[in-house]
């Protein structure tokens, strides 16, 4: 098997089509995925991998559907885990927490995103808010300098004060 085709998988999450009833009606709303992409800094690109199964085996049973990952293992030694064709924003910021340390791969940590809003449009840098022992946010920053924290799992999105995420303002890449 060749390099490239080893580190490109399909991992089953989320479903891309959402079902909602309103009256005696079915409507199908098309989820608008989110763009983005996730740098592990530590872990090997297997190691990644089985984080990212793990993922999704916890997600799937709730509302299955098929995801592209591709993984690119950087000259650094982080793995950068790519989804061609976006994740919801739900899932990219919630797989962003548990890459920062999944509890069945004790080298994988350190994982931080880029995400683009489906909404919006509006750009953000988010990585774990090491200074909640709970390890269930993200702090950040929009493209636009705006600090931001996310709650995990829900991923409810409010502002911070400038102070707070001054180290967390990476540009988005």
Not at 28 to 34: F, G, I
Not at 58 to 65: Q, S
Not at 104 to 125: L, R
């Amino acid at each position: 098997m060749s390099t490239y085709a080893e580190l490109l998988f399909a991992v089953l999450m989320i479903a891309s089509i959402t079902s909602c009833k309103a009256a005696d009606e079915s409507v199908d709303l098309l989820l608008k995925p989110a763009q983005g992409w996730i740098l592990v800094e530590n872990g090997s690109a297997a190691d990644v991998k089985a984080a990212i199964s793990d993922y999704g085996a916890l997600v799937m049973e709730e509302r299955p559907g098929i995801f592209l990952v591709e993984l690119h293992p950087q000259s650094s030694g982080a793995v950068a885990v790519v989804l061609p064709g976006g994740l919801p924003a739900y899932d990219l910021a919630n797989m962003t927490g548990w890459l920062s340390a999944p509890p069945d791969q004790e080298d994988v940590y350190g994982a931080a995103s880029w995400i683009t809003s489906p909404s919006s449009g509006v750009k953000y840098y988010l990585e774990p808010e090491t200074s909640n022992p709970w390890g269930d946010t993200l702090i950040g920053a929009s493209a636009l300098g705006q600090p931001v924290r996310v709650y995990l799992p829900e991923t409810g999105m409010s502002g911070v004060s400038s102070a707070a995420a001054a180290d967390h303002n990476r540009s988005y890449a």
